[in-house]
């Protein structure tokens, strides 16, 4: 059975500062997900990670990927407000046509 | 683009009543799956539709149906609400190419209350 965890569920964050999260996942698989969830919002589609290695970056966020440690990070980089959101990472099995399963979500919160 | 479509965005239950939550894609998706959120517990997949035709069973399906009416339409029947239901349901769709870099395209989200 897949489990994703995500470490840690509650970030406070001072504006300006660096912060990384971490996605651990406990089957093999090189299909990794980053979404994020405003309050009272849906999800939306942030990174996919599909190789050992992988990085992508978009503004203050850089996700990246570690297929052999099953450990995927998302960085965040002199934090501002607009980044409060709750992030969340999900992993697909490498085989078939599966569902995402997701981690329970990193709260953020950027202060002043 | 209207994407993924939920109703109703808001329901109050009592304990036994029956509902259904409605979800249609106008993507032309192949798969379509229901979620719950509950605070502290990210999302769990109750049941999903790989296809048209197909449903399978997720983390958590207990006290829920679901059905695949055509491509577009994907919907999730609570026959006797339980206050444990009380959670926040998203729908999801996906093409299902295959494609290991496909993404779950999400709807709005339907905030249930059973008392």
């Known amino acids: 059975e897949l489990k994703v965890e995500q470490n840690p569920l509650f970030l406070s964050m001072q504006e300006g500062k660096n912060y990384t999260i971490y996605c651990n996942y406990s089957?093999?698989?090189?299909?990794l997900y980053w979404y994020r969830q405003d309050p009272g919002k849906s999800l939306e589609s942030l990174f996919v990670?599909?190789?050992?290695?992988a990085v992508k970056q978009e503004g203050r966020l850089m996700a990246s990927l570690d297929t052999k440690a099953r450990l995927s990070t998302l960085h965040i980089t002199a934090a501002v407000h607009d980044l409060s959101a709750t992030y969340f990472c999900?992993?697909?099995?490498?085989?078939?046509?599966?569902?995402?399963?997701f981690g329970k979500g990193t709260r953020l919160s950027v202060i002043a | 683009n209207a994407g993924v479509t939920q109703t109703p965005k808001f329901q109050v239950l009592k304990t036994g009543q029956s509902m259904t939550l409605q979800c249609a894609q106008d993507?032309?998706?192949?798969?379509m799956y229901w979620y719950r959120q509950d605070p502290g517990m990210g999302l769990r997949l109750i049941y999903y539709?790989?296809?048209?035709?197909?449903?399978d069973k997720g983390e958590v399906p207990n006290g829920y149906n679901v059905s695949r009416l055509n491509k577009r339409e994907f919907s999730l029947r609570l026959e006797s609400a339980a206050p444990s239901q009380t959670s926040v349901y998203f729908c999801?769709?996906?093409?299902?190419?295959?494609?290991?870099?496909?993404?779950?395209?999400f709807g709005s989200g339907t905030q249930l209350s059973v008392l």
């Open positions: 539709s790989a296809s048209e035709g197909t449903t």
């Open positions: 990670l599909l190789s050992n290695g």
């Open positions: 089957t093999t698989s090189d299909r």
């Open positions: 999801a769709s996906s093409e299902s190419t295959g494609l290991p870099n496909e993404k779950l395209f």
């Open positions: 993507m032309n998706h192949n798969s």
């Open positions: 999900a992993v697909r099995l490498s085989s078939g046509n599966t569902p995402l399963v």
